[in-house]
Structure formats: structure tokens, C-alpha cells
């Protein structure tokens, strides 16, 4: 793997919690009840790392901070690892999609 290939996409599930929070609920106007809510992320450490950083306030994202449950590589492990510029496109990529299918998606 060459050092320029080291960035990875991430999905976190979070509590369904969040839907009580008006902002990500205005942001997933076509939210299916019962699909999962998810932050997706894109990071050049390993998720897990990344994750633990979320949940610690480390240049975290507050919804991922205060409702992230897990991560949920069957979502993303499939990409990684990818170039920089690949990992922003697939980060918004990625959330579209989840969004289409039904997910409720933050993805800053």
C-alpha cells in the first residue's frame, strides 16, 4: 500500500436519540423509521482510532460525541483504503446514498 493510500471512509451509527435533535431531523426529510441513523466521516487514521477521538471531544462531531454507538464497517470497509481526494468524493458519495436508501445521515 503506498503512503498516498492511507484514508478511509467511516460510518458510525448513532442513537436514535438524534432524531429528537431539529437540525438532523430538518436534514433527513425523507428519514424511513426504523432504518439507522448514521454519521458518515472520512479520516487518513484508522476508524477505530477516529472513532475513539469522536467520542473523547477530539475534533469531534457533537452528534457522534453525544449519540455514537458504533462503527459499522459492513458500510464502508469495502473502499478503504483510498487516495485523499477519493475519500472526500466518497465520503459525500456514501452519505447520498444512505440518505437515498432511507438512513438518516449527518455528514459534516
Same mark, same amino acid.
Given at each position: 500500500?503506498?503512503?498516498?493510500?492511507?484514508? $478511509?471512509? %467511516? @460510518?458510525? /451509527?448513532?442513537?436514535?436519540?438524534?432524531?429528537? *435533535?431539529?437540525?438532523?431531523?430538518?436534514?433527513?426529510?425523507? &428519514?424511513?423509521?426504523?432504518?439507522?441513523?448514521?454519521?458518515?466521516?472520512?479520516?487518513?487514521?484508522?476508524?477505530?482510532?477516529?472513532?475513539?477521538?469522536?467520542?473523547?471531544?477530539?475534533?469531534? $462531531?457533537? %452528534? @457522534?460525541? /453525544?449519540?455514537?454507538?458504533?462503527?459499522?464497517? *459492513?458500510?464502508?470497509?469495502?473502499?478503504?483504503?483510498?487516495? &485523499?481526494?477519493?475519500?472526500?468524493?466518497?465520503?459525500?458519495?456514501?452519505?447520498?446514498?444512505?440518505?437515498?436508501?432511507?438512513?438518516?445521515?449527518?455528514?459534516?
Amino acid at each position: 500500500m503506498s503512503r498516498r493510500h492511507h484514508h $478511509n471512509v %467511516y @460510518v458510525i /451509527e448513532l442513537s436514535k436519540d438524534v432524531l429528537y *435533535e431539529p437540525k438532523f431531523k430538518r436534514c433527513n426529510p425523507d &428519514y424511513e423509521y426504523g432504518k439507522p441513523c448514521v454519521y458518515v466521516g472520512m479520516t487518513g487514521l484508522d476508524p477505530d482510532v477516529r472513532f475513539d477521538k469522536h467520542k473523547a471531544g477530539i475534533q469531534s $462531531n457533537r %452528534y @457522534v460525541r /453525544e449519540y455514537g454507538l458504533r462503527l459499522m464497517p *459492513e458500510l464502508y470497509e469495502v473502499y478503504n483504503p483510498m487516495p &485523499y481526494e477519493a475519500a472526500q468524493e466518497m465520503e459525500v458519495e456514501l452519505a447520498i446514498g444512505l440518505q437515498e436508501q432511507g438512513f438518516g445521515v449527518w455528514q459534516a
